[in-house]
């Protein structure tokens, strides 16, 4: 150890790492301003004057944290090889809460008869408020992330994301990439073969960057030469505002509105502490040896404070943080990146970037994103458990059919009885088996894998009471709600079929429970593990 070693500040490889932890998260912001401002009609000025500096904010805190605990490692062991944690705004649940919260809340406030401001202002306190609940329910769980992981297999808990990351980050953002089939298609392909295949370019930047180079290039010249998509446009240009993330109590007004979505916002929330843990164990493997709770608490901090200060997509440390290390980053990259990110919300320069990288180009590294995440379920889960991690893909496929058939949570309420109009007399009426097994499903998913887990290990009678938890919470809507929405209720006040499907399904798990609780009775044939 040598006390008065000081690590240089910035090295060459942190400029790749700047690259690919920059162009990571405009992807992710380019596709929650493209969500909302072109599926949902979504005022723009709210997405990128209130919305985007918070959230920016959120990274430039977490980076920023980051590069102070990796410049204390190195100065502590003396070495000058510390690559700095990769923190940055998580694909999966940034993108579920623009196509899962914020969309369907925009269009049910302006169900209630506010404007299209009055109705964006309500949202944006929503996704304030949502964050706030999961940086809270994470700086909890910081404290307690391991006993987590010993309660819930890791079956369950990548299968339901990966399920979510095939259905949400891969199918959807697939059907955006091929409206422009050249420009998407060609910077899909680009990035497999530098991400996946591996493949060399004849130049010295990052894969990432020369993709999205590519596929700009392509749209536009499409465009210009009257070869692109009808209705083809530049964007218009982009006033830089001034926008300071400030500390506002305005989240409290959000909270109420936070109710029906809390089956998606607590395993989102989940999800990112044990990816955290995950997170830190791989760059303790790479040889960088963060304390786990530090990380997960500046995780959950940096997205309290995107919260409070207006943002609404949480922050995480990015499980890349061996590959950062073989790009040759080591500190700097993640100080620049964070700065980079946190000073464009405030002065607005993102919301120019954003605009003018077209969805066709950004969505496909959102698709790269989402088949990442499904191999990991299954390469990070034992052989045994991968029918566990397959079964929790099914409930996510199901929230797909509801978003395609016609999401339910977009429906006007008058509405809502179509849904559940009478069967064929052969069982429930066929939409309504969809919606309510897609509603909840990232904990149904969980609770599935988890049971099915149990029963592989040979623990039958913890299925047993995995499955009458989801008994309990399909009564009360946080799983299979029968409100079209999503949203919970208490069981006695259900009436007609919906009370029907619902007692049926929680009926399902007891009944289901009972049996393997008899089954469990048996003796063990000879030769049994």
């Known amino acids: 150890m040598t006390p008065t070693f000081r690590p240089r500040w910035f090295v060459a490889g942190d400029l790749n790492g700047f690259f690919g932890l920059v162009v990571d998260n405009l992807s992710i912001l380019g596709f929650i301003a493209l969500a909302l401002v072109g599926i949902f009609g979504f005022p723009a000025e709210v997405v990128y004057t209130k919305m985007f500096p918070g959230t920016a904010l959120g990274v430039l805190v977490g980076n920023l944290a980051y590069t102070a605990m990796a410049r204390r490692l190195a100065m502590r062991t003396g070495r000058d090889d510390v690559t700095a944690m990769p923190l940055g705004l998580d694909a999966p649940t940034s993108i579920g809460m623009a196509l899962l919260v914020l969309g369907p809340g925009f269009l049910a406030f302006r169900q209630q008869g506010m404007d299209a401001q009055a109705a964006a202002i309500a949202t944006w306190q929503l996704g304030m408020a949502s964050l706030v609940v999961m940086g809270l329910l994470k700086l909890a769980l910081s404290f307690c992330g391991d006993a987590i992981t010993r309660w819930v297999p890791r079956a369950a808990l990548l299968g339901s994301i990966g399920g979510a990351a095939l259905t949400l980050l891969g199918f959807l953002p697939l059907v955006e990439t091929l409206r422009s089939p050249v420009a998407g298609l060609v910077t899909f392909g680009l990035l497999l073969y530098v991400l996946v295949a591996r493949g060399r370019l004849p130049v010295r930047l990052p894969g990432v960057l020369v993709a999205l180079l590519v596929g700009t290039t392509l749209y536009y010249a499409l465009g210009l030469a009257g070869l692109g998509m009808p209705g083809f446009a530049l964007p218009q240009g982009v006033t830089l505002t001034f926008a300071l993330p400030v500390p506002t109590l305005h989240f409290i007004d959000g909270l109420p509105a936070t109710v029906p979505?809390?089956?998606?916002?607590?395993?989102?929330?989940?999800?990112?502490?044990?990816?955290?843990?995950?997170?830190?164990?791989?760059?303790?493997?790479?040889?960088?040896?963060?304390?786990?709770?530090?990380?997960?608490?500046?995780?959950?901090?940096?997205?309290?404070?995107?919260?409070?200060?207006?943002?609404?997509?949480?922050?995480?440390?990015?499980?890349?943080?061996?590959?950062?290390?073989?790009?040759?980053?080591?500190?700097?990259?993640?100080?620049?990146?964070?700065?980079?990110?946190?000073?464009?919300?405030?002065?607005?320069?993102?919301?120019?970037?954003v605009q003018w990288l077209p969805i066709a180009v950004l969505a496909p590294i959102i698709v790269y994103v989402g088949l990442d995440i499904t191999v990991q379920a299954f390469q990070a889960t034992e052989r045994r458990h991968a029918p566990a991690v397959a079964l929790a893909f099914l409930p996510s496929i199901a929230y797909l059919l509801v978003i395609k058939l016609g999401n339910?949570?977009?429906?006007?309420?008058?509405?809502?009885?179509?849904?559940?109009?009478?069967?064929?007399?052969?069982?429930?009426?066929?939409?309504?088996?969809?919606?309510?097994?897609?509603?909840?499903?990232?904990?149904?998913?969980?609770?599935?894998?988890?049971?099915?887990?149990?029963?592989?290990?040979?623990?039958?009678?913890?299925?047993?009471?995995?499955?009458?938890?989801?008994?309990?919470?399909?009564?009360?809507?946080?799983?299979?709600?029968?409100?079209?929405?999503?949203?919970?209720?208490?069981?006695?006040?259900?009436?007609?079929?919906?009370?029907?499907?619902?007692?049926?399904?929680?009926?399902?798990?007891?009944?289901?429970?009972?049996?393997?609780?008899?089954?469990?009775?048996?003796?063990?044939?000879?030769?049994?593990?």
């Open 261 to 353: 979505y809390l089956p998606l916002l607590l395993p989102f929330g989940l999800l990112m502490v044990v990816g955290g843990i995950n997170v830190a164990e791989s760059a303790r493997a790479a040889g960088d040896d963060y304390r786990t709770r530090d990380v997960l608490l500046v995780e959950a901090l940096s997205t309290l404070v995107a919260g409070v200060c207006g943002g609404v997509a949480q922050t995480t440390p990015y499980i890349g943080q061996p590959a950062y290390k073989h790009m040759g980053a080591r500190h700097g990259y993640t100080l620049l990146a964070g700065v980079f990110v946190g000073l464009g919300g405030v002065f607005g320069y993102l919301a120019g970037l």
């Open 408 to 529: 339910p949570a977009w429906i006007a309420p008058e509405h809502h009885a179509a849904l559940y109009n009478a069967g064929d007399g052969h069982g429930l009426p066929e939409l309504a088996a969809i919606v309510t097994l897609g509603n909840g499903f990232i904990i149904t998913a969980m609770l599935w894998s988890t049971a099915l887990v149990a029963m592989i290990d040979g623990r039958t009678r913890r299925a047993a009471g995995v499955l009458l938890l989801g008994a309990a919470l399909t009564l009360f809507g946080l799983v299979h709600s029968v409100d079209p929405r999503g949203g919970i209720y208490w069981p006695w006040t259900l009436e007609g079929l919906p009370k029907l499907i619902a007692w049926q399904f929680a009926g399902a798990y007891v009944v289901l429970a009972a049996l393997l609780a008899l089954l469990s009775l048996q003796k063990e044939r000879p030769g049994s593990a």
